[in-house]
C-alpha cells in the first residue's frame, strides 16, 4: 500500500529556496522545514533572512542555511552553485519565488522596467537552472526518484490586470511583471521537455490574488474591488501557496511535470 504522508515527506532532502524572505517566501519556508527538508534560503538582505532564521524553532534552524547574495548577478549563480556541491554534494530541489520591481501604468513603465523584469524572473531562473541541473540530476541517478523545480509565476502571467482595480492611481500590477512571468511559464514547460530524461521534473505555480492586507494601499476600496474578480470571494492565503510547492516538490507529484498550476481562487475561470 502506497504511503500518502511519507511521500509528502521532503525528510531529508536539500533544497534551495530564492526570495526567501518575502511575503509567502517566509511561509514556504516554514511549511518546507515542517516537512523535514534541509534549506539554502537566498535572498539579498542578510539582515531579512537571519532574522527569519531566528524566528524558527531551533529544530528548524538547523535544517536552514543563509545565503545572502544578489541572484541577478552572474557570479552569485556560481557561488551557489559551487557552495551547494561543496556543502551538501546532493541537491534535490530549487525554489524560483525571488522578485523585485516597480509598479505603474504602462505609460510609466519604460525600457530598464522590462531589463529588471526580465532578468529576475527569466534570466536568473534560467541561470540556476542551467548551473544546478548537473547536481539535480546525479542526485536523482544516486536515489533512483526525480527531483524537482518549481518556478513561481503568476496569475497575471494568464491573464491582464483588471484597469478598474487600480482607478487613476497608477499603482498597477505593471505591464512587465505579467510579461515575463509569462515567460517563465513558458520556459517551465521547455525546461520539462528537456530535463525530464535526466531525472528532473520542473513546474510552474501562479498564485493570486495574495495581497499583504497588513499594508493599506492608497487605492480606495482597493481591496474591495480585487476580491469582487475571485469567484471564491476571498484572497489567498500564504500557506494556500507553500502547500502546492511542497506536493510539487515532494514523491506525491512524482508523475507530474510541465505543467502550470493556477492558485487563484478561480480567477482566470472567468
Known sequence: MVDLVKMHSLEGKVIIITGASGYCGQQI???LLKAKARLVIIGRNKLNLESLKASLEPEFQSRCDVMALD???TKSIA????SIKRNYGELHGLVNNAYSGRSGSFNKINRNDFLDACTINLITP?????SLAPLLKK??????YSTSIVNVSSMYGMVSP????????EKDNPIHYGSSKAGMIQMTKYFACYL???GIRVNSISPGAFPNTEVQPTIPNFYEKLKSKI?????GRPEEVSGPVLFLLSDASSYVTGINMPIDGGWTSW
Open 29 to 31: 519556508v516554514f511549511d
Open 71 to 73: 541572484i541577478t548577478k
Open 79 to 82: 557561488i551557489i552553485a559551487n
Open 126 to 130: 534560467f541561470e540556476l537552472i542551467k
Open 139 to 144: 542526485t536523482a541517478d544516486r536515489y533512483n
Open 162 to 169: 483588471y484597469p478598474d482595480v487600480y482607478g487613476e492611481s
Open 196 to 198: 525530464a530524461n535526466q
Open 231 to 235: 469567484p471564491m470571494n476571498r484572497f
